[in-house]
């Protein structure tokens, strides 16, 4: 095919497949956008860490302290339409990680005694459903859509990472008593 | 000019709201070409553009000092997304197992430019399916080399190939017969 060719045929078809004038607006909703990308992503940032590492400790604490650790209702999270589907996809994502980490946890502490690995795990399930409730609460929220999914992926995001280190911290616990 | 563009990048690197939005100014129509072809959807294609321009503006590692070299980087990535919205849609494209000989470029030139009725060219093109447009767009109005449509759909180069052949004669029998 050559360029001149390529061209002219180029022409045809942008002249007969117009493109119509963006809607109204959008560079209004795009500097939104931007300053709030701008505001979230100092503040989420460490927010995450923060619960994530938080989170993890007080599971750590709980269960080798013996503290009873507050239980928090389970809700199933219903998702039908609109801004939904974007949150089902991110919860499904999510939810087949924290899957895969709480097989592993069960995995290496199968070894543990029966009463701290029971303690354990109910710890783990509550971290994975933990996110759907609040999920449920930060879609009843008066914010914007994008700042639903935003705050909703990063809360999934944080119980995530306060299982991997869980994970890490068994496997690293394991790898020492397997070398004495 | 390219003064004016340094000028802007610098702004961007700084955060700076003015350069950002003269930098969306700069790139979004463009790109909102680009998106609304593959989608034929006015929304989606802003909110392709706007998920671009958001991701280079608050990634500064990916500004590039050089306007053109950026256009082409962006503009790939608005194709890319822009795919990623088609298949979301269920828009499919497979690899094909049987090879078809490339439609010569003067039979789907001549059967275009002889009767040159755009009307009727819109009309066909509108009738063509999103997996058969998408293609169709890719090659000849984003230019994009086999190869590379080839990557952005993650099949092979002779399966664009024959589905690119099939897309035009498509749009030729639609053209001619409406």
């Known amino acids: 095919m050559n360029k001149k060719d390529n061209t002219a045929l180029k022409q045809l078809m ?15 909703r795009f500097a939104q956008r931007l300053a709030q990308k701008r505001q979230t992503s100092r503040k989420y940032w460490w927010w995450g860490i923060g619960s994530a590492v938080g989170i993890a400790a007080s599971i750590i604490i ?34 087949a990680q924290m899957w895969s980490e709480t097989e592993y946890i069960l995995e290496l502490s199968k070894d543990m005694k029966p009463e701290m690995q029971a303690k354990l795990m109910a710890e783990v399930t509550q971290l994975t459903e933990n996110p759907d409730s609040v999920a449920l609460t930060i879609l009843s929220e008066d ?15 944080a119980h995530l990472r306060s299982l991997q280190y869980i994970h890490q911290m068994l496997a690293e616990n394991k790898m020492a008593s397997d070398k004495q | 000019m390219e003064a004016d563009y340094r000028d802007i990048i610098l702004g961007c690197r700084k955060e700076r709201q003015g350069a950002q939005l003269a930098f969306y100014d700069l790139f979004a129509p463009a790109l909102y070409a680009s998106a609304f072809r593959l989608l034929n959807n006015d929304w989606e294609a802003e909110e392709v553009v706007q998920e671009v321009l958001l991701k280079v503006l608050t990634d500064t590692s990916l500004l590039n000092s050089e ?80 190869e590379e449509i080839s990557q952005i759909l993650g099949i092979r180069p002779s399966s664009v190939r024959s589905q690119l052949s099939r897309a035009k004669q498509r749009l030729i029998k639609l053209y001619r017969y409406e």
């Open chain 1, 14 to 28: 942008e002249q007969a497949w117009p493109v119509p004038p963006q809607p109204s607006g959008s560079r209004e």
């Open chain 1, 62 to 95: 709980a269960l080798f302290v013996g503290q009873p650790s507050v239980g928090t209702q389970t809700e199933e999270l219903t998702l039908t339409e609109g801004i939904n589907t974007t949150i089902a996809e991110v919860r499904g994502y999510y939810k």
């Open chain 1, 143 to 157: 914010i914007d859509d994008d700042r639903k999914i935003y705050y909703i992926t990063s809360v999934y995001m």
């Open chain 2, 67 to 146: 306007a053109d070299a950026m256009l082409r980087i962006l503009r790939r990535m608005a194709i890319n997304l822009s795919i990623d919205h088609l298949r979301r849609r269920k828009v499919v494209w497979e690899e094909w197992s049987d090879s078809l000989a490339e439609q010569s470029v003067e039979s789907i030139e001549q059967a275009m430019i002889r009767q040159e009725d755009v009307a009727q060219l819109y009309s066909a093109i509108a009738m063509m399916s999103e997996k058969d447009r998408g293609i169709l767009m890719l090659s000849i109005v984003e230019e994009l080399t086999t």
